[in-house]
């Protein structure tokens, strides 16, 4: 799902201009793209409908990224205190 919601993404957003797009795969992900490319990409109102039941209920962020709480970086801001006084950027005197 992520390589082709990404795909779909990608292209709702900047594919203007864009004509082919070419997923290599072998033939075992072949399988499961093949299966899940009317998802992403319906060719009809028909396949359009069916895909909106069947999609996971989260597709990710405005480009298609994945959003998984537990790995999003938390940077606290480190107090001054917290640095020696001679490793702190813009101070006078660093060498």
Do not use: C
Not at 11 to 21: I, N, Q
Not at 29 to 49: C, I, K, N
Not at 54 to 61: A, D, F, Q, R, T
């Amino acid at each position: 799902h992520v390589a082709l919601r990404t795909v779909r993404r990608f292209l709702e957003k900047f594919g203007e201009g864009l004509d082919v797009v070419v997923f290599a795969v072998n033939e075992k992900d072949w399988v499961h793209f093949s299966r899940l490319l009317p998802l992403y990409f319906p060719r009809s109102a028909d396949e359009e409908h069916r895909a909106a039941a069947l999609l996971p209920p989260s597709v990710g962020n405005e480009s298609g990224e994945a959003v998984l709480e537990e790995r999003d970086i938390r940077i606290a801001q480190m107090p001054k205190s917290f640095i020696p006084p001679a490793e702190r950027i813009g101070d006078v005197g660093l060498a």
